[in-house]
């Protein structure tokens, strides 16, 4: 463990956190993508099955609970409990245009041919792209209220704080993982547009307006 | 682990 992968999972921690505050406190989920959930729960259920064959620290399993929990008690409050305030008309993203090239490429390009092996490519493949319905929702309705644009800014400095992880466990320990690499750059680049419009409006008190 | 190093990370 090192300071930028806990800095990471605290980021990934907090926008869960801001997330969950928001639709339980406002009682809506106006303006959150439900299909960006639904993909993030699929991350977590095909990435944490090990959760009850490997045990590795307390942390981690606790972390692991917690993602899991937490993404299907989002999911719960979007389609269930707040239904009537989520918006079906601009969260039209197709996400079986993530999952099956997801699954086809966990199937061709992974470290090892066995179920466990698969399923974890296939959630980092997944992980990756989980936010374009998110952000594709944004840029339909032209705005997002300052608490979602917060949560997008945590949930984008994640992978980018592990990004500087595999740097410094490249070079501490010669470890690397290039699957996950690859996957975390292409997934912290998609926030860009996102980071760039963040800094430049949201810090400094404007409402995070896309140009029309 | 079962996957070898590396899946630590969360």
């Known amino acids: 463990m090192n300071i930028f992968r806990l800095t990471g999972d605290l980021a990934h921690l907090l926008a869960i956190i801001i997330l969950l505050l928001k639709i339980w406190k406002t009682r809506s989920c106006a303006g959150i993508s439900g299909k960006s959930q639904i993909l993030f729960a699929i991350v977590y259920t095909t990435r944490y099955l090990d959760l009850v064959t490997t045990y590795v620290s307390a942390y981690n399993t606790l972390m692991k609970i917690f993602f899991l929990g937490s993404s299907f008690a989002t999911v719960y409050l979007i389609y269930v409990k707040f239904k009537a305030t989520y918006d079906h008309n601009h969260d039209t993203f197709r996400i079986e245009f993530l999952i099956l090239p997801a699954v086809i490429l966990a199937l061709l390009i992974n470290h090892a041919f066995t179920p466990l092996e698969i399923l974890w490519t296939f959630s980092i493949y997944l992980e990756s792209v989980a936010i374009l319905p998110q952000l594709f929702m944004v840029s339909k309705t032209g705005e997002a209220e300052s608490i979602t644009s917060h949560y997008l800014f945590a949930l984008g400095s994640y992978r980018g704080l592990y990004i500087l992880n595999w740097i410094y466990r490249y070079a501490m320990e010669s470890h690397y993982d290039l699957i996950a690499i690859v996957a975390g750059i292409v997934q912290t680049v998609l926030y860009c547009d996102f980071f760039y419009l963040y800094i430049t409006k949201v810090l400094k008190g404007k409402k995070l307006q896309l140009p029309a | ?10």
Do not use: R, V
């Open chain 2, 1 to 10: 682990y079962i996957f070898g190093t590396g899946k630590d990370e969360l």
